[in-house]
Antibody
Framework: EVQLVESGGGLVQPGGSLRLSCAAS????????MGWVRQTPGKGLEWVAN????????YYVDSVKGRFTISRDNAKNSLYLEMNGLRADDTGVYYC???????????WGQGILVTVSS | EILMTQSPATLSVSPGEGATLSCRAS??????LAWYQQKPGQAPRLLIY???TRATGIPAGFSGSGSGTEFTLTISSLQSEDFAVYYC?????????FGGGTKVEI
């Protein structure tokens, strides 16, 4: 069974940093593109970033470019999202998702809440 | 960026009735369109990809159609577990974009 479990969320002040992690199991992690999607009060569901199987290709939504970094460790079956320069509008639930062979997000984690507030 | 517009925002339906949800793209996405279902407190669940292919385990009561800029999700006979929010998403171009959702309520 595919499982994706996020961790690392919480409350952070504007301008602060957080690192989200996603532990993957039940599939060959190193064979799959992975991504982060967030759900915010202001924008609903918003794709954040994707990374290819070996980490050589990365794509970001414009609003996080230069502030967020997606990465992975295939030896640990883990996906990461390093978030710097956090703003109030980054507040939301962040989902780790697997991009399956049909190139859509076919499995999602349960989500982790990130709150940016002073 | 491709803008995805869903209508209506809310759809009120009685159990056993059918429902038709619409999704429009601001430019062609070919057939690279997915539909997701989200229930309160849960992550989205993939229903349809390639505009019309049901994902694994999705009942036949869900069907998708369309290509280019106009897409439809049809639920043939609503069961209690189908009342949820439905999102479309295009994956033809970066950035990937989602519609604002249609809430299907009783």
């Amino acid at each position: 069974e595919v499982q994706l479990v996020e961790s690392g969320g919480g409350l952070v002040q504007p301008g602060g940093s957080l690192r989200l992690s996603c532990a993957a199991s039940g599939f060959t992690f190193s064979s799959c593109w992975m991504g982060w999607v967030r759900q915010t009060p202001g924008k609903g569901l918003e794709w954040v970033a994707n990374i290819d199987q070996d980490g050589s290709e990365k794509y970001y939504v414009d609003s996080v470019k230069g502030r967020f970094t997606i990465s992975r460790d295939n030896a640990k079956n883990s996906l990461y999202l390093e978030m710097n320069g956090l703003r109030a509008d980054d507040t939301g639930v962040y989902y780790c998702a697997r991009r399956g062979v049909v190139t859509v997000f076919d499995h999602w984690g349960q989500g982790i809440l990130v709150t940016v507030s002073s | 960026e491709i803008l995805m517009t869903q209508s209506p925002a809310t759809l009120s339906v009685s159990p056993g009735e059918g429902a038709t949800l619409s999704c429009r793209a601001s430019q062609s996405v070919n057939s690279n369109l997915a539909w997701y279902q989200q229930k309160p407190g849960q992550a989205p669940r993939l229903l349809i990809y390639g505009a019309s292919t049901r994902a694994t385990g999705i009942p036949a009561g869900f069907s998708g159609s369309g290509s280019g800029t106009e897409f439809t999700l049809t639920i043939s006979s609503l069961q209690s577990e189908d009342f949820a929010v439905y999102y479309c998403q295009q994956y033809n171009n970066w950035p990937l974009t989602f519609g604002g959702g249609t809430k299907v309520e009783i």
